[in-house]
C-alpha cells in the first residue's frame, strides 16, 4: 500500500513568495491533518479535515496560511506571503475513520526554508 | 505548552540495554500513542494504549500507562542500532478529536 505522500520534499524560496505544499492521503482515509514541526516548538497540529471539511484550524498560524481540500485524494497547503519564520518541516498525516482508536499515518515531510 | 513531556529529552545506550522513556501529561485523555521518527522521516505509529488499560505489549515495546499519575512509560528491551530514532508519546482527548505531541526523547544505541 502507498502510504501518505507529500510533494515537494525540499522547497527553498525567497520570503514574499507564494508557497504550496501537497498531500495525498491514502485511500480510504477520512480524516486528514497537516502539521508543523520545528525545534523550539516541537510538532504543532496546524488543521484537519473530515471527509473533506475543515473541521479545526485553530493551529494555523495566521492568515497567510490557507489549506484546502477539494477531494478525497488531495490536500494542498498555502502560505502567502512567506516569511522567514515559516521555516520548519510540514507533515501530512491521514487516518480512517471508525473511532477514537485509529493512528495516524504520517508522510515524511516537506522541508520548507524560507530566505 | 504541549500536552505530553517527555523525559529524558535524550538518551544514549549500548546495543542489548533496555531503554526506557517516560511521558507526563496535564489532562484526561482517550488514549495515548507512541510514535518513532527516524531523522528526515515522518512519525511512525508503535502502540496505542487506551485510558482504560494499564499495560501493552508489542514485540520489544512495553507501555505502561498510570492515570492517576497521568504518566506513561515505554520501554524497549534488547535494543539495537535500528531503535536509534526520537520517540514521541501522543495523547488523544477525551472528545476524540485532538492528538497532541511531546516534545521526543532522543534515542541513540551504540553498536
Known amino acids: 500500500d502507498a502510504g501518505v505522500i507529500q510533494s515537494p520534499r525540499h522547497e527553498v524560496t525567497e520570503m514574499g513568495q507564494e508557497v504550496t505544499l501537497r498531500c495525498k492521503p491514502i485511500?480510504?482515509?477520512?480524516?486528514l491533518f497537516w502539521y508543523r514541526q520545528t525545534m523550539m516548538r516541537g510538532l504543532e497540529l496546524l488543521i484537519y479535515?473530515?471527509?473533506?471539511?475543515?473541521?479545526?484550524d485553530s493551529g494555523m498560524p495566521e492568515d497567510r496560511f490557507s489549506a484546502k481540500m477539494p477531494n478525497a485524494s488531495f490536500s494542498t497547503l498555502k502560505i502567502q506571503p512567506s516569511e522567514p519564520r515559516d521555516s520548519a518541516v510540514y507533515f501530512c498525516?491521514?487516518?480512517?475513520?471508525?473511532?477514537?482508536?485509529?493512528?495516524?499515518?504520517f508522510g515524511d515531510g516537506t522541508r520548507l526554508s524560507i530566505l | 505548552s504541549q500536552q505530553g513531556e517527555e523525559d529524558p529529552q535524550a538518551l544514549s545506550i549500548q546495543e542489548g540495554e533496555n531503554a526506557t522513556m517516560n511521558c507526563s501529561y496535564k489532562?484526561?485523555?482517550?488514549?495515548l500513542q507512541w510514535y518513532r521518527q527516524n531523522s528526515g522521516r515522518g512519525l511512525v505509529h508503535l502502540i496505542l494504549?487506551?485510558?482504560?488499560?494499564r499495560e501493552k505489549h508489542s514485540g520489544r515495546l512495553r507501555v505502561t500507562l498510570d492515570t492517576s499519575k497521568k504518566s506513561s512509560s515505554l520501554l524497549i528491551t534488547a535494543s539495537r542500532a535500528a531503535d536509534t530514532a526520537s520517540y514521541f508519546c501522543?495523547?488523544?482527548?477525551?472528545?476524540?478529536?485532538?492528538?497532541?505531541f511531546g516534545g521526543g526523547t532522543r534515542l541513540m544505541v551504540k553498536p
Open positions: 485511500s480510504g482515509h477520512d480524516y
Open positions: 498525516a491521514s487516518s480512517p475513520s471508525g473511532g477514537r482508536n485509529q493512528p495516524q499515518h
Open positions: 489532562t484526561s485523555i482517550n488514549n
Open positions: 479535515f473530515n471527509n473533506n471539511v475543515p473541521i479545526d
Open positions: 494504549i487506551r485510558s482504560n488499560e
Open positions: 501522543a495523547t488523544l482527548n477525551n472528545a476524540g478529536n485532538m492528538l497532541t
